[in-house]
């Protein structure tokens, strides 16, 4: 079974810190596909990134930068210089190739960001 | 281009009704996809719809069922509401439903069961 930790409850940092996300997960796939998500207080779910498991590639988006390590099953996620509009709950999820398109998540890091 | 929408916002229900959440997929996607989400947790999966018929099931029971209709809308329905089954149900659709395919997320539907 496929499962999503992420360790991290809650982050209060103030604005312009950089700060990380932490994100590990367990599955016996060797090919699978790594979300982030942000869910702002209105609720919906907002894409930030998706990464192929063959793709070890670091990925850099402006703030965001995320650094994925097959060897250790983390796929963590930095801002930079931290803004109060990043204050939300962000998730970490997974899917396999195989079957549905199921994704499977932790359960989420809430960032505060203070003025 | 719409997005996901869900429909109603909010709902109010005691336990042992039925209640019926409906969901409009993104122009163009075939595939939805629905999530409970229970305060505080991450997403849930339900199950998944494609062309009509599910194409995927997580670990609910049969009293949660679903429908998709020849324009990729989607039903959740849910009979014998339980307590626990007060969370926000999210929508999300697909064009494909292969895995590399963003999922695009509704508002959600905050059910709460009294």
């Known amino acids: 079974a496929q499962k999503v930790t992420q360790a991290q409850t809650e982050i209060s940092v103030v604005e312009k810190e950089d700060v990380t996300l932490d994100c590990v997960y367990e599955t016996r796939d060797t090919t699978y596909y790594l979300f982030w998500y942000k869910q702002p207080p209105s609720g919906e779910l907002v894409f930030l990134i998706r990464r192929n498991s063959f793709d070890e590639q670091n990925e850099i988006s402006g703030r965001y930068s995320w650094n994925f390590q097959k060897s250790t099953s983390s796929f963590n996620f930095t801002i930079t210089a931290s803004q109060v509009v990043d204050s939300a709950v962000y998730f970490c999820?997974?899917?396999?190739?195989?079957?549905?398109?199921?994704?499977?998540f932790g359960q989420g890091t809430r960032l505060t960001i203070n003025p | 281009e719409t997005g996901v929408t869900q429909s109603p916002t909010h709902l109010i229900k005691t336990r042992g009704q039925q209640v019926t959440l409906r969901c409009s997929s993104q122009?163009?996607?075939?595939?939805v996809s629905w999530y409970q989400q229970a305060l505080g947790q991450g997403p849930q999966f339900i199950f998944q719809y494609y062309r009509e018929e599910e194409n995927g099931r997580g670990n609910f029971p049969p009293r949660f069922s679903g429908l998709q209709f020849p324009n990729y809308s989607s039903e959740l329905n849910v009979n014998a509401l339980e307590l626990d089954d007060s969370a926000l149900y999210l929508c999300?659709?697909?064009?494909?439903?292969?895995?590399?395919?963003?999922?695009?997320f509704g508002p959600g539907t905050r059910l709460t069961v009294l």
């Open positions: 999820a997974l899917v396999r190739i195989q079957g549905a398109q199921k994704l499977v």
């Open positions: 122009s163009g996607h075939n595939t």
């Open positions: 999300a659709s697909s064009w494909k439903r292969e895995a590399s395919n963003e999922q695009f």
